[in-house]
């Protein structure tokens, strides 16, 4: 199979990649290398792709219409997986522009590209944080999504409605999913399980907002990409739900799909399993709520489960061990 990944030197992305060439695929990669953070992760990340002979890359932002059309011209995926975005909730309260470029632009100058040479699948990333200020747990795909609380959680909900379009006006077989709260090896620097052990091993305090009164449904990376590569023949038909239960729009052969495992681990749990992976109690700065931020995220993956036969179950305690193990080889300590 000939799969397009864009992000692919990103977090997730670079997981995909790697996953699909294990299994032997032919994999195209687009990557931006934007700096939002230490581009020598994002290189290292391809430069291990790289090492397959069935792994190309692209680097080129998704915002340039000409490049993109290029790249899906000269590729012809037979699936694309969209994982490339703008990424953190934090940074969109500063650079709000960078959200609609990458997230809104981009994801409509891809769509244009498959809608001129149609794809067998086009799965899109989004995020829990869509959901917004829904109060109702767990989560559920048939949930009303309209209270957004920051600028990326609008463009990547707005991803999802132009997604929608696509599908129902050109028959572009599409499937959104939301992610909630990844965390592994090869992970992002500016998230808090990167930032808490990077401190933890120099003896730093952490900040901890909301005075750690918060939980999150952890997703470990491996099983979101086993998740992902479940869902890549699960093709979305019009009239054939999996139940009531199941988000498929009436009128496109559209759906969203919570990965999540649906266990919510509580902040100050989550800084334990670290301080016990790095042999050492953490200092903490008890802050206030940060804007945009909500106290909880828990997913229904009863969609999921139905369309793959699995939902997500690696626990914190090993998926924090893995990640710290990971941490410490790369930096040498």
Known sequence: MKVLVTGSAGFIGYHVSRRLLDEGHEVAGIDSMVPYYDVRLKQ????????????????????????TDAAVERERPEVVIHLAAQAGVRYSLDHPEAYVSANVVGTFNLLESCRRRPVRHLLMASTSSGYGANTDMPFRETDRAATPLTIYAATKLATEHVGHCYAHLWNQPITAFRFFTVYGPWGRPDMALFRFTEAALKGAPIDVYNHGRMERDFTYVDDLVEAVMRLVPAVPERGRPVGAFDSL?????????????????????????????????????????????????????????????????????????????????YHGL
């Open 44 to 67: 290292r990340r391809h430069a291990m792709l790289a090492e397959s002979a069935a792994f190309r890359a692209h680097v080129l932002d998704l915002a340039d219409m000409a490049a």
């Open 249 to 329: 729009s009436p009128v496109a052969p559209y759906r969203m799909v919570n990965i999540g495992g649906g266990h919510p681990v509580g902040l100050l749990e989550f800084i334990a399993e670290i301080e016990r992976c790095v042999g050492r109690p953490i200092a903490r700065n008890l802050l206030p709520m940060q804007p945009g931020e909500v106290p909880r995220t828990w997913a229904s993956a009863e969609l999921l489960e139905a369309l793959t036969g699995y939902r997500p179950a690696t626990p914190v305690s090993v998926g924090v061990e893995r990640f710290v193990a990971w941490f410490r080889a």
